[in-house]
């Protein structure tokens, strides 16, 4: 049996912002940028934008709010 091949791409990291109100997105160390938007209102909106650019975004997300 062959191991199963390794991902070729890293995702990126999705953050809520809470002290914006909104999504953003690390990738290779980069916030992502998509048509001059860097904040997003959800993570699925971010995520479809990114996928646009050809980066694909987690599905966990880190929240800075405090608990």
Not at 20 to 35: I, K, N, Q, T, W
Request: charged share 15%; no cysteine.
């Amino acid at each position: 049996m062959e191991p199963a091949p390794a991902p070729t791409e890293r995702l990126a990291r999705v953050i809520y912002m809470a002290s914006v109100g909104g999504y953003m997105a690390v990738h290779h160390g980069r916030l992502v940028e998509v048509g001059g938007r860097m904040v997003w209102p959800s993570a699925e909106s971010l995520a479809a934008d990114a996928l646009t650019q050809g980066i694909v975004a987690s599905t966990m997300v880190i929240n800075t709010a405090r608990g």
